[in-house]
């Protein structure tokens, strides 16, 4: 969508905009009078947005989400303005995660307020709903017209970073975000340690590749399990596949999370794992994840 010169030096108005390299100072061949305003809408509020990281993974059940909410809460701990996006249309998860069930998006205007925790925000279709438990049965098309509301209608701000929770596969919902961001930071991806969970992620970065996202690097999730009592780490799934596959890949291997009651308890109940249980080895693994990730800036 825009380069990094255009970033700098972007005033916010594209009518007088004289960048010859941002393709939303003009109007396309054929274009309604009403899309070009909303990609250059569009366009605006990306600018605003340092940093833009998409968390992905081919498989279900991998702990995506939970990385996402926990990555996104730790950046903020770390004195970054954030933005959490769940673009998961079918099931979003983000909203339970945080205990934002009952939270409601509030219009201003032709904007969309996002629902705000501390100095996050937070975007998600659970948060249009009016029944949580409404069935959405949408095709491609007007999943990509949701997924650019929420980017495009959403008063965001000016953030350091934007992390987007994907659905699993390599379908509509990952494809829109991608094109219609454009020039991304790059994808988190989360696998587990069986066979079955890298056969899928390995279609994701083939997904990256053809798509020209980068790969921040690759996370496992469930890797052993703590003991609660003693503190003891035992390998519960066999393998060591999110190391190997970041090496076979040429990707960095940001590291391994353990298997942690306090995880999915902290889920359950809406509360942000990294920051109310900061002092465990599964915590602590998780900001060195982070840390990796800021050394990126």
Known sequence: MADNKV????????NSCTIS??????????????????????????????????????????GKSTIAVNLAVSLSLAGKKVGLLDIDIHGPSIPTMLHLE????????????PVEMGAMKVMSLGFLLENKDSAIIW?????????????????????????????????????????????????????????????????SLDFCRQLNLPVLGIVENMSGFICPECGKETAIFQGNNGETMAEEAGVPFLGKIPIDPAVGSSCDAGTPFIYHYSKTETAKRVEKIVQKILERE
């Open 139 to 203: 095709r491609g098309p007007m999943k990509m017209g949701v997924i650019e509301q929420l980017l495009r209608d959403v008063e965001w701000g000016e953030l350091d970073y934007l992390i987007i929770d994907s659905p699993p596969g390599t379908g509509d919902e990952p494809l829109s975000i991608v094109q219609l961001i454009g020039e991304m930071d790059g994808a988190v991806m989360v696998t587990t340690p069986q066979d079955v969970a890298a056969a899928d992620v390995k279609k």
């Open 102 to 113: 009952g939270a409601r998006a509030q219009a201003s205007g032709k904007s969309i307020l």
């Open 7 to 14: 970033e700098q030096s972007c005033g916010g108005n594209c």
């Open 21 to 62: 390299s941002c393709d939303a100072n003009e109007q396309r061949p054929g274009e309604s009078a009403e899309d070009y305003a909303n990609r250059q809408l569009l366009t605006r509020r990306m600018l605003a947005m340092k940093h833009k990281i998409v968390v992905l993974s081919g498989k279900g059940g991998v």
